[in-house]
């Protein structure tokens, strides 16, 4: 199970009276702020940000949550960067701070990225692994309820606004699973649910579930998304789009690392692919396919200077033209990330038309590729 916070300007002024709340006075204010946490470098950054043109400004740009009435920002703060790393919490809090400041209201944290760090936060959390007993994994309807009762009483929240269901576990028969989510939804606990890297059977079972038994049906699923990642979330996702009116909120818009061209040369010491427990990522960037995709990346990164943005910036853009994307989220671990990757001038018809015919890869659905 998962649970993730798109903090509303309701939930926030309800909640708490904290140093984020309170950011929201005023631009000059703000600039202030930054000026006092941020080294000089990341400030000229800063000040491009504020004087950049609206119009190309993603996080100025809300979407409902699929069909929902939940809006959340085209962009959301992800922290499945930090696992691993050693980014400090004071630069977790700035990273934040700056991200909600400049429209980001969606932030999707969990207790297993940076070893639970981020367990100090009120903002919000995601119960991924709870423990190491079976009845504190899994999505059994005990896990599902004081799984999430544990996680608000640790944040100090009375409710989140998504709780997300890992279909990792397969044990726990669907019914119960739609049942146990529509109770916390019921009980307050949340107020809506989607799911995580489930299959689109497996969401179109949980939405017959609930409407079978008049219980309350997933709204979003997250998924990996990204150049080399296409065929859910622009085949099977948009048809669930229109049909149940199921969104998607997509992470990995750069690859784990891959599209930043940081692997163009070799695996470098410093970066995930060469740190312990990511062995899968360092023989993907070795493998025949993955220098195929590094061959792409270099084209990709010639482009984007022909558009005067970043890969990054491309990439993102990229991920946010595709129908029915309610969210991409973002995995920063510097404020030079996170302010980079919220600004980008690319054209959906750049994207469309340039883009695919360089991957090659673009996926068909069933009805294209019998037309």
């Not at 019914?175 to 606990?189: K, L, S, Y």
């Not at 070799?266 to 995930?272: F, L, N």
Request: hydrophobic share 40%; aromatic share 8%; charged share 20%.
């Amino acid at each position: 199970m998962q649970v993730s916070f798109a903090c509303t300007e309701h939930n926030l002024k309800s909640r708490s009276e904290d140093r984020l709340c309170g950011l929201r006075t005023s631009r000059i204010e703000t600039l202030r702020f930054h000026l006092r946490i941020l080294n000089t470098h990341t400030t000229h950054h800063l000040l491009r940000l504020f004087i950049c043109d609206l119009q190309t400004c993603f996080f100025f740009l809300h979407r409902n949550l699929g069909k929902s009435g939940l809006r959340v920002s085209c962009l959301g703060l992800g922290t499945w960067v930090t696992f691993g790393s050693q980014i400090s919490d004071e630069m977790a809090e700035n990273l934040m701070a700056i991200a909600y400041e400049n429209g980001v209201n969606l932030f999707d944290t969990a207790e297993v990225y940076a070893s639970g760090r981020r367990s100090s936060f009120v903002i919000t959390t995601k119960i991924y692994w709870g423990g190491q007993a079976e009845t504190e994994r899994g999505l059994s309807r005990k896990h599902i309820i004081e799984g999430l009762r544990g996680s608000l009483s640790r944040l100090q929240l009375d409710y989140v606004d998504i709780v997300f269901a890992n279909r990792n576990d397969v044990n726990s028969p669907m019914e119960e699973i739609v049942r146990a989510m529509t109770f916390v939804i019921n009980q307050g606990m949340a107020m809506y649910w989607g799911t995580s890297r489930w299959s689109a059977m497996e969401i179109m079972e949980a939405y017959s579930v609930a409407r079978q038994f008049n219980l309350i049906p997933p709204v979003c699923e997250q998924a990996e998304y990204h150049y080399f990642q296409r065929d859910k979330v622009e085949v099977q996702l948009p048809e669930l789009y229109h049909k149940i009116g199921v969104g998607a909120m997509t992470w990995s818009p750069l690859a784990c690392g891959l599209i930043t061209g940081k692997y163009s040369d070799g695996v470098p010491e410093c970066s995930r692919a060469a740190m312990k427990g990511y062995q899968w990522l360092k023989e993907r960037v070795n493998s025949e396919e993955g220098r195929r995709q590094l061959a792409k990346i270099k084209e990709l990164h010639l482009l984007a200077d022909r558009l005067g943005c970043t890969a990054a910036q491309l990439a993102i853009a990229w991920c946010l033209r595709s129908e029915g994307v309610s969210s991409v989220l973002l995995g920063v671990s510097t404020s030079d990330q996170l302010l980079e990757n919220l600004v980008s001038k690319v054209t959906d018809h750049i994207c469309k038309l340039t883009i695919d015919a360089l991957l090659g890869n673009k996926p068909h659905s069933k009805k294209e590729l019998r037309a």
